[in-house]
């Protein structure tokens, strides 16, 4: 079982950034692909990044790539988003996610595949 705390989330006005954090719980972090996700009101919750276990591999939506960075320290079992130029479409709830079932190699873009979220964290970019 790991147990997933973001934080990080704010009012930011556009152009400006935001890193988040989502501390994990469990002794076998390295192990786990680990995601962002975002939800912004009444729409789906949406992929936005992802990290292998080794930290090698990433992987982004289109409308965040060059914008956004996603990262993994394993020493503190924690992944980051950083996230520049940020607009108003960015405006959502935050989540991170977790998952051991594919390995240590390979990147985790499909919501069904996590296993583990946290609670979210707002992130609000004004215009």
């Known amino acids: 079982q790991v147990q997933l705390g973001e934080s990080g989330g704010g009012l930011v006005q556009a152009g400006g950034s935001l890193r988040l954090s989502c501390a994990a719980s469990?002794?076998?972090?390295?192990?786990?692909?680990m995601g962002w996700f975002r939800q912004a009101p009444g729409k789906e919750r949406e992929f936005v990044a992802a990290?292998?276990?080794?930290?090698?591999?990433?992987y982004y939506t289109d409308s965040v790539k060059g914008r956004f960075t996603i990262s993994r320290d394993n020493a503190k079992n924690t992944v980051y988003l950083q996230m520049n130029s940020l607009k108003p479409e960015d405006t959502a709830v935050y989540y991170c996610?977790?998952?051991?079932?594919?390995?240590?190699?390979?990147?985790?873009?499909?919501?069904?595949?996590?296993?583990?979220w946290g609670q979210g964290t707002q992130v609000t970019v004004s215009s």
């Open positions: 469990g002794r076998t972090f390295s192990t786990y692909a």
């Open positions: 990290v292998s276990g080794t930290g090698l591999t990433t």
């Open positions: 996610a977790a998952t051991p079932r594919f390995g240590a190699q390979v990147v985790v873009y499909v919501t069904l595949d996590y296993d583990y």
